[in-house]
């Protein structure tokens, strides 16, 4: 069973930026993909970056040019944002994928909020 906790969001102007954490924890094993969520009130949650454990990595058009996804080994994953909007208001959440699927449980996720 694999445990998920996210941290480092918080509140930022318009423009500034900040990196969020994802460390997980249990039975984990082989990793293959991590990924980074969002979901803004009444929203339909989002995939907005993953990395692949040979560092391939994939972006949501609305954030490409200004987030970075990294990973410094198979169990933690972070996401810098950089020239933030208010539209990327949201709550965050991390996932992976083992053995090709992805685990269906979340962290509690951390909230991101961008004042205009």
């Known amino acids: 069973q694999v445990q998920l906790v996210e941290s480092g969001g918080g509140l930022v102007q318009a423009g500034g930026s900040l990196r969020l954490s994802c460390a997980a924890s249990?039975?984990?094993?082989?990793?293959?993909?991590m990924g980074w969520y969002r979901q803004a009130p009444g929203k339909q949650r989002e995939l907005v970056a993953t990395?692949?454990?040979?560092?391939?990595t994939n972006y949501v058009d609305s954030v490409k040019g200004r987030f970075t996804i990294s990973r410094d080994n198979a169990k933690k994953v972070y996401l810098q944002m950089n020239s933030l909007k208010p539209e990327d208001t949201a709550v965050y959440y991390c996932?992976?994928?083992?053995?090709?699927?992805?685990?269906?449980?979340w962290g509690q996720g951390t909230q991101v909020t961008v004042s205009s």
């Open positions: 996932n992976v994928w083992i053995g090709g699927t992805r685990i269906p449980s």
């Open positions: 990395i692949t454990t040979g560092g391939i």
């Open positions: 249990g039975s984990i094993f082989s990793i293959n993909t």
